[in-house]
């Protein structure tokens, strides 16, 4: 059974940092692209990052590049978002997804959550003064 787990969200002040976990189980994310989606009250979920975990190769969308960072410890079978310098627009649930077809990133702009097979149940990450 394929099980994603996420983990690390919390409440924090804007410029603050936090790093999101997925671990995965009955899949191993080291021939896979992992996906990492957030969904803010009223808007639709959005990518912010992939990985393509056989190369390491990234992607980000704009409004998050230069600040989260996405990595992944394939021997933890778990990929990391870790997120800097944090703003009120960052509050969101978190995911992360991926799909048993897929082993390399799309462009950002191009990811449709529909696309994606298997999703965590996500983490609430809130910035607030």
């Known amino acids: 059974q394929v099980q994603f787990v996420e983990s690390g969200g919390g409440l924090v002040q804007p410029g603050y940092s936090l790093r999101l976990s997925c671990r995965a189980s009955?899949?191993?994310?080291?021939?896979?692209?992992i996906g990492w989606f957030r969904q803010a009250p009223g808007k639709e979920r959005e990518a912010v990052s992939c990985?393509?975990?056989?190369?390491?190769?990234?992607d980000y969308s704009d409004s998050v590049k230069g600040r989260f960072t996405i990595f992944s410890d394939n021997a933890k079978n778990t990929v990391y978002l870790q997120m800097n310098n944090l703003k009120p627009g960052d509050t969101a649930v978190y995911y992360c997804?991926?799909?048993?077809?897929?082993?390399?990133?799309?462009?950002?702009?191009?990811?449709?959550?529909?696309?994606?097979?298997?999703w965590g149940q996500g983490t609430q990450v809130t910035v607030s003064s």
């Open positions: 997804a991926a799909d048993s077809l897929r082993s390399v990133c799309p462009g950002i702009a191009t990811m449709r959550p529909l696309e994606y097979e298997y």
């Open positions: 990985i393509t975990s056989v190369d390491g190769a990234t």
């Open positions: 009955g899949f191993t994310l080291n021939y896979h692209a």
